[in-house]
Structure formats: C-alpha cells, structure tokens
C-alpha cells in the first residue's frame, strides 16, 4: 500500500466513523437521510472507479471535506449547526448560515472533480472552453438540487422543512445559487495550478 492509499484509507474510515456519529440521534430520521445520500452516492461511485480511473489527492481530499460538511447537516440539520447558530448570535446574522456554506462547497469541490474528468478523459482541450463548461457543470448540479428540494417539500409537506432550510429566506434559493457559482469560480481561480501539478504526476 502506497502513500496515497493509506491516506485514502484514512478518509474511508474517517468518514466512516463520521457517518456513524452523524446517524445517532439526529435531530431528524428524514432529513439527515437526505442530506447523507449524496455522500454514500458519492462512496459508492468512488469506491467502483478506484482502481481504473484514480483522482488526485487535491480532489480527494476536497470529496473528503465536502462529505463532512453533508454528514454534520445531516446530523443538526443546516439550521441548528450549533457553530453557526453562535456567530448568527455574535454577529447579529439573523439566521444559521451553515447551509451557505454547504452550497459554497456545492460548486468548489465539484468543479475540481468535474475539472479532472474532463481534462484526463480529454473531454476539452481549450483552457478557456474548459473553465465555462466546469462552471456550467457546477451550476447544473445546483439547480438540479434545488429542483431535488423542491420536490421533496411538494411530495412531503411540512416533513421536508429542515431539509429545505429557507429559514424565512425569501431568496434562499437564488442565493444559494449564486454561492455555488462563486464557489465553482474561486475553486477554478486558486487551485487550477495545483490541480495541474497533481494530474501530471499521475501520468
């Protein structure tokens, strides 16, 4: 076992124990299923692509962060990280902010795995195609979960309140949006050179 595997173990089983921690007692049984599955799809899919299509370390540790930051919400749900509800109580913020940073983490993490699918797969070969269409990448997975969201609220009612987590928002939506596009574009801005590094040395 080389170097990155047992770092990559590491993750697997950090995740793991997260993942249990996460599924004692959450403040709610539905809505932490719906914020983990993400992250047991996203396991699932590496785990079967280990092997024949590794990432770099950059990208797997970005997959490992993200999966936290899903398994905590799932646990608290993203309006009662205990965290963010002090600095919304310190700072006069008015509401828990954990979920913007969950859809700011929606489009920096998955544009660097979108980044290296299409760069090693040799999907684009142009710098600049490459960056809009990692962008747009970024932005579809968004609006695609905000359609997710909107109909679990219609198919559950109120049931699906926590997992929607508007907290009286009227722009939560286009707001939650607009971080992912940032997030997709700071994420393509500060580590598209390290990133670049990373996937030369896999060849």
């Avoid at 799932?74 to 919304?88: E, I, K, M, N, Q």
């Avoid at 509401?95 to 983490?105: M, S």
């Avoid at 940032?182 to 801005?189: F, H, I, Q, R």
């Amino acid at each position: 076992m080389d170097k990155t595997d047992k770092l990559n173990l590491f993750y697997l089983l950090s995740f793991l124990a997260l993942l249990i921690w996460s599924g004692i007692r959450p403040y709610d049984r539905f809505t932490w299923l719906l914020e983990v599955l993400p992250a047991l799809m996203g396991l699932a899919a590496l785990s079967l692509t280990y092997r024949r299509f590794r990432l770099t370390r950059l990208v797997y540790l970005l997959i490992w962060i993200h999966a936290i930051i899903l398994l905590v919400g799932g646990h608290y749900t993203y309006a009662r990280v205990p965290l963010f509800d002090w600095l919304s109580q310190a700072f006069d913020l008015g509401r828990n902010n954990y979920d913007k940073v969950g859809h700011l983490a929606q489009g920096f993490i998955p544009a660097m795995v979108t980044r290296e699918i299409l760069i090693r797969n040799r999907v684009v070969t142009q710098r600049v195609w490459l960056g809009f269409l990692v962008v747009c990448v970024c932005l579809a997975i968004s609006a695609f979960y905000e359609l997710i969201e909107w109909w679990t609220a219609v198919l559950t009612g109120t049931a699906a309140e926590d997992f929607l987590g508007t907290q009286g928002y009227v722009w939560d939506t286009q707001s939650d949006m607009a971080l992912c596009l940032l997030g997709s574009l700071l994420a393509l801005a500060c580590l598209s050179r390290l990133h670049d590094r990373q996937m030369a040395g896999l060849s």
